[in-house]
Nanobody, 125 residues
């Protein structure tokens, strides 16, 4: 019963920056762990980053460490993914997800209960 809407995707050149936003509708947003996943054509959906409900714990996949930052504003029911120094390999549809069980940031897709429709990020060289 939680709706997630991503925004901020687009087309840009390598080395550029982009900030994705995910707006959530829910009564207990701060109790949800939030995650970002991505899926490139012909590949499985993969974990990118996650943040606990309190924002005290974050996780990142190795390939984006030092370049991407996940954050959240519980007052706005919004989670963000700041992406810097983008590479063509980052091209994918990016999905926002919410886990309502315990607020911990899971990296597995099965840990999440709600998903957005995705936003396209295309990075050219």
């Amino acid at each position: 019963q939680v709706q997630l809407v991503e925004s901020g995707g687009g087309l840009l050149q390598g080395g550029g920056s982009l900030r994705l936003s995910c707006a959530a509708s829910g009564r207990t947003f701060s109790s949800y762990a939030m995650g970002w996943f991505r899926q490139a054509p012909g590949k499985e959906r993969e974990f990118v980053a996650a943040i606990s409900g309190s924002a005290l714990i974050t996780k990142y996949t190795e390939s984006v460490k030092g370049r991407f930052t996940i954050s959240r504003d519980n007052a706005k029911n919004t989670v963000y993914l700041q992406m810097n120094n983008l590479k063509p390999e980052d091209t994918a549809v990016y999905y926002c997800a919410a886990a309502r069980t315990d607020g911990l940031p899971y990296s597995a897709r099965t840990g999440y209960d709600y998903w957005g429709q995705g936003t396209q990020v295309t990075v050219s060289s």
